[in-house]
């Protein structure tokens, strides 16, 4: 674990909370740690195109329930490190930094939780190293062979992913983004979520992650590594007890594809926020928690 100078860590609420820097997979990730060292580990994994910040109401209520947590910036997000070429930016590979950052902590096994790409990740940590993962939490994104299937069959489901698309578009995503100053994503964020989920003060911070040297063609890479690299993973059914979390409004995924999911889950639960979007952990924070710690309990 690498040591560099740290940031304020008062947003976060929890007294041990610290800002970290640890090597894993080659790289180094930025990640945020709070809690007993002894606790029971959960890896909170952010969604694009958020950072750590995306967690950042839910470190306290995790520590004070007894859990040791670790909030990365997933490779090529704000702080953490931003390798060079769209290779880089596999789904194995991702996987493989969470694993890597698990054992950081001198563990074997974590409960794992992820939104939005964060879930995406969750779900192949969960598939492909099945023996890290204690308990698994899904928010708003399917199971990959769910997702492959209506991508492939649901013209509702294609008109929705079309900025997919887009993003296959070398360097022109990004120098847009960056003439309007990150319209797209903050109204992706603003328009797509319950009114006020979003404070000019949390634009403000994201603005600032994406405008890190790198950081914007990196995130967007992980789009490009899903078209171009089809990884297969030994299995398709999920091990580990999991708890699927649905915002029924999501702009960006079909709302069946929730169920669906949750047959590769022979210990699996689905709870539906029907008045939600994509955007549930910011707009039902409480609720989210309680089920979370519910489920690890």
Same mark, same amino acid.
């Given at each position: 674990m690498t040591e560099r100078p740290?940031?304020?860590?008062?947003?976060?609420?929890?007294?041990?909370?610290?800002?970290?820097?640890?090597?894993?997979?080659?790289?180094?990730l930025h990640t945020v740690a709070a809690g007993d060292t002894d606790d029971p580990l959960v890896v909170l994994l952010h969604g694009f195109p958020e950072f750590w910040y995306?967690?950042?109401?839910?470190?306290k209520q995790f520590v004070d329930a007894g859990y040791r947590v670790l909030v990365p910036d997933q490779r090529g997000y704000n702080r953490s490190d931003k390798p060079a070429g769209v290779r880089s930016y596999r789904i194995s590979e991702l996987s493989r930094d969470v694993v890597d950052l698990v054992a950081t902590e001198d563990r074997e096994t974590a409960h794992v939780v992820g939104h939005d790409w964060g879930a995406a990740v969750a779900w192949d940590v969960a598939l492909r190293y099945p023996e890290v993962v204690d308990r698994l939490g899904i928010i708003n994104v399917p199971h990959p062979r769910v997702f492959e299937?209506? @991508?492939?069959?649901? $013209?509702?489901?294609?008109?929705?992913?079309?900025? &997919?698309?887009?993003?296959?578009?070398?360097? @022109?995503?990004?120098? $847009?983004?960056?003439?309007?100053?990150?319209?797209? &994503?903050?109204?992706?964020?603003?328009?797509?979520?319950l009114p006020e989920t979003f404070s000019e003060m949390d634009f403000d911070r994201y603005r600032r992650a994406w405008d890190r040297n790198g950081a914007l063609t990196a995130m967007i890479n992980w789009y490009r590594a899903l078209f171009r690299?089809?990884?297969?993973?030994?299995?398709?059914?999920?091990?580990?007890?999991?708890?699927?979390?649905?915002?029924?409004?999501?702009?960006?995924?079909?709302p069946e594809m929730a169920a669906e999911s949750l047959v590769y889950c022979p210990d699996g639960r689905l709870e539906r926020f029907p008045e939600a979007t994509h955007w549930v952990p910011h707009e039902y924070p409480g609720r989210v928690a309680d089920l979370l710690l519910d489920h690890l309990r």
């Open positions: 740290v940031v304020d860590t008062s947003v976060l609420g929890a007294p041990s909370a610290e800002h970290t820097f640890r090597e894993v997979n080659g790289l180094t995306e967690w950042r109401g839910y470190v299937a209506h @991508l492939t069959s649901n $013209l509702t489901q294609l008109r929705k992913s079309w900025y &997919m698309f887009y993003f296959q578009v070398p360097w @022109l995503p990004e120098r $847009l983004s960056r003439r309007n100053e990150y319209r797209f &994503m903050t109204e992706t964020m603003r328009s797509g979520s690299y089809r990884e297969a993973v030994p299995r398709e059914q999920v091990q580990a007890p999991t708890l699927i979390l649905w915002g029924d409004n999501d702009q960006a995924l079909v």
